[in-house]
Every structure is written in structure tokens, then in C-alpha cells.
């Protein structure tokens, strides 16, 4: 194999990695669920909102507060609370991303269709 085409055959390998990982309208069945009882939540980078677990598992609603989501209300409404997580699958695994958020049964936040 020639020397040009080893490094084309690597930025290849890793476009399709890094596409694979790209997270684009999850919908429930791309997703896997999980109950976590809610530690803390705080802004994360790119105005993310971050839900920490108190064994220190986070996980976060991607540009949450661009979204319209309120810290505080979130905080008075989820703290110590068990919510359930639609967590988005890539080809890498499970996710930190959280594509729904409820409380017993409501919908605090939501990426279905």
C-alpha cells in the first residue's frame, strides 16, 4: 500500500468514528432508558444543562438554556427527585445525552417528534 493512501485510508477510519458518535434526532427507540435520582444541576459548556448523580454519573441536555430550559426551575422542580432518562445510542454506545427527561410520567423535556 502506497504511503499516500494509508493516511487517506486513517481520516477516512476516523470521519465515519466521529460521524457515528454525531447525535440527530433521537427518537425513542434510539434511546435507553434509565432512572437516576437527581444530585445537582448546573449550566455545563455551550449552555448545556448537566444532571449529576450523587455517585458523580452526569448527564445533560445538549444547549438546554438556548432551549428555553430555567435553571432554577429545574433545580426547585428535579433536586432529589427520581426522573426517568431517554438516553441517545450512537455506534460508540449509550450516551450522556438526554433526548427526554420526565417525572412521574410528565414530560419535563423533550426531543420526539
Given at each position: 500500500m502506497s504511503s499516500t493512501i494509508k493516511p487517506l485510508i486513517a481520516l477516512l477510519v476516523l470521519a465515519l468514528t466521529a460521524s457515528s458518535c454525531i447525535i440527530h434526532n433521537p427518537q425513542p427507540e434510539d434511546c435507553e432508558q434509565k432512572q437516576i435520582v437527581v444530585q445537582s444541576i448546573t449550566e455545563g459548556s455551550a449552555y448545556d444543562i448537566v444532571f449529576t448523580e450523587a455517585n458523580g454519573d452526569f448527564y445533560y441536555i445538549n444547549r438546554g438554556l438556548e432551549q428555553g430550559l430555567d435553571l432554577t426551575q429545574l433545580q426547585d422542580k428535579l433536586l432529589n427527585k427520581k426522573v426517568n432518562l431517554h438516553l441517545a445510542k450512537t455506534?460508540?454506545?449509550?450516551?450522556?445525552?438526554?433526548?427526554?427527561?420526565?417525572?412521574?410520567?410528565?414530560?419535563?423535556?423533550?426531543?420526539?417528534?
Open positions: 455506534m460508540a454506545g449509550t450516551s450522556n445525552h438526554i433526548a427526554q427527561l420526565t417525572l412521574d410520567g410528565s414530560i419535563v423535556f423533550t426531543e420526539f417528534d
